[in-house]
């Protein structure tokens, strides 16, 4: 299977997406770098957390993230 980064925040605003493309049935992956760095023992951005979804559901997370970015930035 092949993913592509979708979207890049912290993990709350990352929380919120992960729900929405839940309720869309979009498969996704989160990759937690601010948790993973911190489990090893050194320092990360905040904003390290990245959504990737699997390239079929590219077109349809990408209308999703726009909505999204709308709402969060409003």
């Known amino acids: 299977m092949e993913y592509s980064k ?4 912290n ?4 929380k919120g997406l992960t729900k929405i493309l839940d309720e869309e049935s979009i498969t ?4 937690d770098r ?10 990360s951005q905040d904003n390290s957390v990245e959504v990737h979804v699997h390239s079929s559901d590219l077109d ?3 209308k ?3 909505a999204y970015e709308l709402k969060i930035r409003a």
Do not use: P, Q
Request: proline content about 0%; hydrophobic content about 55%; glycine content about 8%.
């Open 6 to 9: 979708l979207f890049t925040d």
């Open 11 to 14: 993990s709350i605003i990352v």
């Open 28 to 31: 996704y992956l989160v990759k």
């Open 34 to 43: 601010v948790e993973s760095s911190r489990l090893a023992g050194f320092g």
């Open 60 to 62: 349809k997370a990408l």
């Open 64 to 66: 999703i993230i726009k």
